[in-house]
């Protein structure tokens, strides 16, 4: 009769074998067996991120849609708050194009959040005070979402729309917004907010209109299939009566759409709300937002812990897991990749696969270093882009783990004039 043991300790000790008392040649079988199983994983959740997750959800969102109700006449009122930190030199402009948006006077009011600003932004914003146009100062800089919790109470209105100061909106975005929540169960809309390049067309904005393309299209597919995962600062919109008090250190277009699906609610992106918006001049400065975008976004997971359970929302549970969670984690398994394969190096397959590794990556340091000096060929500069995501990624990833989070940042507008 076979006996069974309920716990280690019961297990007779003359049968327990340590990996230490293996003979050599079993050791380099496991570590082998151990590293290939280590290369394998990581190579299959690379290719599922960025080819598996893009194919498969496209083939889900055709055969298994979810039917969208919109009412083209639906017309509640609208706030829209503009947030704003030293902005003025972009601030007016913004102004002007709210107010020209073809949306009825008496529904639609517009709050500019300053955020301690040092500039004449506060000006500029009093000066239309007259035409509806009201300003919120915060006295002390607190960042983004501090400002947010001190307009979004000011709103009388059903709907809010989140914009920042450099997103110039299209006249019909209002109307286009409000036709989903005619949809009882739409909590928030996210519009298409497209990059393009300032005055001198840097590699940076194209490697980031690039990049935003697809990140377009898994947004639309994510929307036909269930809800779109998360919002964009610049422009989405939510009902008033779902936004929940936000830290500091909260990103707002990330974490209130989690707590609305949290809800029971449904997230829509429409490709025809649009604005436009300069992407960063440099990749420094692309760098530093993404870092600090993948920090706050990994931390606002932590923050609405129910979205992480399948039972509740598979779809969308698929959704934020294969789009943001497993892409945040991208660094890690690519590192994994690289060690697996120079640890296999005495095998050919894996031999080939770590001198293809180093060489996308030698590819990247030479964009790099031809960047900075000169217009780098299109190969080059796509594999650096790639390399700065997925590094920004990783620190991250640490900085969210390290609970070093900051509230406040410096737009790139006006950093750059600072250094001017």
């Given at each position: 009769?076979?006996?069974?043991?309920?716990?280690?300790?019961?297990?007779?000790?003359?049968?327990?074998?340590?990996?230490?008392?293996?003979?050599?040649?079993?050791?380099?079988?496991?570590?082998?067996?151990?590293?290939?199983?280590?290369?394998?994983?990581?190579?299959?959740?690379?290719?599922?991120?960025?080819?598996?997750?893009?194919?498969?959800?496209?083939?889900?969102?055709?055969?298994?849609?979810?039917?969208?109700?919109?009412?083209?006449?639906?017309?509640?009122?609208?706030?829209?708050?503009?947030?704003?930190?030293?902005?003025?030199?972009?601030?007016?402009?913004?102004?002007?194009?709210?107010?020209?948006?073809?949306?009825?006077?008496?529904?639609?009011?517009?709050?500019?959040?300053?955020?301690?600003?040092?500039?004449?932004?506060?000006?500029?914003?009093?000066?239309?005070?007259?035409?509806?146009?009201?300003?919120?100062?915060?006295?002390?800089?607190?960042?983004?979402?501090?400002?947010?919790?001190?307009?979004?109470?000011?709103?009388?209105?059903?709907?809010?729309?989140?914009?920042?100061?450099?997103?110039?909106?299209?006249?019909?975005?209002?109307?286009?917004?409000?036709?989903?929540?005619?949809?009882?169960?739409?909590?928030?809309?996210?519009?298409?907010?497209?990059?393009?390049?300032?005055?001198?067309?840097?590699?940076?904005?194209?490697?980031?209109?690039?990049?935003?393309?697809?990140?377009?299209?898994?947004?639309?597919?994510?929307?036909?299939?269930?809800?779109?995962?998360?919002?964009?600062?610049?422009?989405?919109?939510?009902?008033?009566?779902?936004?929940?008090?936000?830290?500091?250190?909260?990103?707002?277009?990330?974490?209130?759409?989690?707590?609305?699906?949290?809800?029971?609610?449904?997230?829509?992106?429409?490709?025809?709300?649009?604005?436009?918006?300069?992407?960063?001049?440099?990749?420094?400065?692309?760098?530093?937002?993404?870092?600090?975008?993948?920090?706050?976004?990994?931390?606002?997971?932590?923050?609405?812990?129910?979205?992480?359970?399948?039972?509740?929302?598979?779809?969308?549970?698929?959704?934020?897991?294969?789009?943001?969670?497993?892409?945040?984690?991208?660094?890690?398994?690519?590192?994994?990749?690289?060690?697996?394969?120079?640890?296999?190096?005495?095998r050919p397959f894996y031999r080939w696969a770590a001198m293809a590794q180093i060489?996308?990556?030698?590819?990247?340091?030479?964009?790099?270093?031809?960047?900075?000096?000169?217009?780098?060929?299109?190969?080059?500069?796509?594999?650096?882009?790639?390399?700065?995501?997925?590094?920004?990624?990783?620190?991250?990833?640490?900085?969210?783990?390290?609970?070093?989070?900051?509230?406040?940042?410096?737009?790139?507008?006006?950093?750059?004039?600072?250094?001017?």
């Open positions: 009769m076979r006996r069974s043991f309920g716990n280690w300790s019961e297990f007779p000790s003359d049968q327990i074998i340590e990996y230490s008392q293996l003979a050599p040649s079993c050791q380099d079988a496991l570590l082998t067996t151990l590293l290939q199983f280590l290369f394998w994983c990581c190579a299959a959740l690379v290719t599922y991120i960025y080819a598996g997750f893009p194919f498969l959800l496209g083939a889900l969102a055709r055969l298994a849609p979810r039917r969208n109700h919109r009412d083209e006449a639906f017309r509640p009122t609208v706030t829209l708050i503009v947030s704003a930190y030293n902005e003025a030199a972009v601030l007016r402009e913004k102004i002007e194009n709210s107010l020209a948006l073809r949306y009825r006077r008496d529904l639609l009011e517009v709050l500019i959040v300053s955020d301690c600003s040092s500039d004449a932004t506060d000006d500029i914003a009093c000066e239309y005070s007259g035409r509806g146009v009201r300003l919120i100062r915060q006295n002390t800089r607190l960042g983004k979402s501090a400002g947010l919790n001190l307009a979004v109470p000011e709103a009388s209105s059903e709907i809010v729309v989140f914009s920042d100061a450099n997103a110039i909106y299209q006249p019909d975005v209002i109307e286009k917004f409000v036709r989903h929540f005619a949809d009882s169960g739409v909590g928030y809309v996210v519009g298409n907010a497209r990059y393009v390049e300032g005055g001198d067309r840097s590699q940076s904005s194209e490697s980031e209109g690039l990049y935003w393309k697809f990140e377009t299209w898994i947004k639309r597919k994510e929307s036909d299939f269930e809800s779109v995962v998360g919002g964009d600062g610049a422009i989405y919109a939510i009902r008033r009566k779902l936004y929940s008090p936000l830290l500091p250190t909260d990103i707002n277009d990330f974490l209130n759409p989690l707590q609305i699906i949290d809800r029971g609610y449904r997230g829509i992106f429409d490709p025809d709300v649009v604005c436009f918006e300069e992407t960063a001049d440099t990749f420094a400065q692309e760098f530093r937002r993404k870092v600090r975008i993948v920090s706050r976004a990994f931390n606002a997971v932590r923050r609405a812990p129910g979205v992480l359970d399948p039972f509740r929302n598979f779809r969308h549970w698929w959704l934020l897991i294969s789009h943001k969670i497993l892409r945040w984690l991208a660094p890690f398994f690519l590192l994994g990749l690289l060690a697996a394969s120079l640890a296999l190096l005495g060489a996308f990556y030698l590819l990247a340091l030479l964009g790099w270093a031809v960047q900075r000096e000169r217009r780098a060929p299109k190969p080059l500069y796509i594999a650096f882009y790639f390399c700065v995501v997925n590094v920004a990624a990783l620190l991250g990833c640490i900085k969210c783990l390290r609970g070093n989070l900051s509230g406040t940042w410096m737009p790139h507008r006006t950093e750059a004039q600072g250094k001017s």
